[in-house]
């Protein structure tokens, strides 16, 4: 399985970016994906992730009403959308994915990971 990211860069403050994630490997929609970030001097904290089979998405607390998780499975390919982007948001975002996961926000049960998009909010 390949996770290939895209859409990472530089806004300044209130701006908006779309990073997407596709997948490659999985043949089925039963599967998770997630963003995650780090910060510089910060541990990977969870920020989206959803079951790309059906439901709703899961978000942390610091992103919700901000950041919105898409997914476009003909294209295997989920989307995160971020407004209102801040200065704490700057981070190197990754992508994950795994068969399966007890929490989306948690990275310990994901297997596949994306090599990071650069976001930086000034």
């Known amino acids: 399985v390949q996770l290939v990211e895209s859409g990472g860069g530089s806004v300044q403050a209130g701006g908006s970016l779309t990073l997407s994630c596709r997948q490659s490997g999985y043949t089925t929609n039963n599967i998770v994906m997630g963003w995650f970030r780090q910060a510089p001097g910060q541990e990977r904290e969870g920020v989206a992730g959803?079951?790309?089979?059906?439901?709703?998405?899961y978000y942390a607390d610091s992103v919700k009403g901000r950041f919105t998780l898409v997914r476009d499975n003909p294209k295997k390919t989920v989307h995160l959308q971020m407004n209102n982007l801040q200065p704490e948001d700057t981070a190197i975002y990754y992508c994950?994915?795994?068969?399966?996961?007890?929490?989306?926000?948690?990275?310990?049960?994901?297997?596949?990971w994306g090599q990071g998009t650069q976001v930086t909010v000034s």
């Open positions: 959803l079951y790309v089979g059906g439901g709703d998405p």
């Open positions: 994950a994915a795994a068969g399966w996961v007890s929490d989306p926000l948690v990275e310990g049960g994901y297997k596949y």
